[in-house]
């Protein structure tokens, strides 16, 4: 079995997964490295035999992570590291090694899943929007704040914004005009993410007419699945990319 480790700003996703048949055997998502050592440390019956790994994380940070795995499992990571080009897919940035790898990771796995033009779109910590044309040319893409960063700008920086997790929770129940603070916030940011990826889906269309395929992934996919009803719900989309970033045998 092996541990594969998505690291994303604010969260750690990860799995163990049979090398074999890539069945996944757990999951998670923590906030801490040490967390993430004791929720795989926790499972009973798992003999790790390897680890990748792919980090949006500064490389200090990243190196911390793949000797604090060493010395719990005794396995050295791989980390996904960025390339011109890979399995078909062109890197569309000026400089390649400045795209963040899990957008790579979750376009490698998006175009790998299609062969055809595709919108990637993952909702996480940022909102990302990603392009790649039939032909395996990655056209670049868009970041903006995704909802924790909407919601936090907001609280920061206004004096009477202020409402705890439950309420927002509950503010979701719904999309209509908010009638209290936490509803017009968490609404509001909420259209702002459906608006994001609408747009996207426009460019899309601009580009290709109705011949492409369109993925959703991040932790927060479900808050605009609605605004986009044809697109490909992957959780797991960067870890697709991941297995053909760092194939482990
Ligand atoms: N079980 C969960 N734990 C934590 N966050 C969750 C969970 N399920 C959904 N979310 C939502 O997912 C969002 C974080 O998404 P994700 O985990 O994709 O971010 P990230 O990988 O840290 O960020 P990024 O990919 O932008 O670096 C949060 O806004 C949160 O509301
Ligand atoms: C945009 C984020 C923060 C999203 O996780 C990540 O992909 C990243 O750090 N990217 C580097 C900047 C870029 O992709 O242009
Ligand atoms: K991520």
């Not at 056209?139 to 960063?149: K, V």
């Not at 991040?218 to 959780?235: C, F, K, M, S």
């Not at 989309?237 to 760092?246: E, K, R, S, Y």
Request: hydrophobic share 45%; aromatic share 6%; with cysteine.
């Amino acid at each position: 079995m092996i541990l594969e480790l998505d690291c994303g700003n604010s969260f750690i996703k990860w799995r163990v997964i049979h090398v074999a048949d890539a069945v996944i055997e757990s999951g998670g998502i923590v906030d801490s490295d040490q967390a993430l050592v004791a929720e795989v440390a926790a499972l009973a019956s798992v003999r790790l035999s390897g680890c990748r790994i792919v980090s949006v994380r500064s490389e200090e940070e990243t190196d911390a992570l793949c000797a604090l795995i060493a010395q719990a499992f005794a396995v050295q990571a791989r980390v996904a590291h960025p390339a011109r080009e890979m399995a078909g897919v062109r890197n569309g940035y000026d400089d390649y090694q400045r795209l963040g790898m899990d957008r790579w990771l979750a376009v490698l796995g998006a175009f790998h899943l299609t062969r055809g033009a595709c919108l990637v779109i993952d909702l996480g910590t940022a909102a990302k929007a990603d392009f790649v044309a039939a032909d395996g040319e990655h056209l670049g893409g868009y970041i903006c704040p995704g909802m924790p960063l909407m919601r936090s700008q907001l609280r920061t920086h206004t004096r009477r914004i202020r409402y705890d997790d439950a309420s927002a929770e509950r503010a979701l129940a719904s999309l209509e005009p908010g009638r209290s603070t936490v509803e017009a916030v968490e609404r509001g940011c909420v259209l702002m993410l459906q608006g994001f990826a609408r747009t996207q889906l426009e460019q899309a269309r601009a580009l290709w007419g109705q011949d492409f395929t369109v993925f959703l992934t991040g932790g927060d996919a479900p808050l605009v699945r609605e605004a986009v009803p044809q697109a490909r719900v992957v959780p797991d989309l960067v870890f697709v990319g991941l297995a053909m970033a760092c194939p482990l045998d």
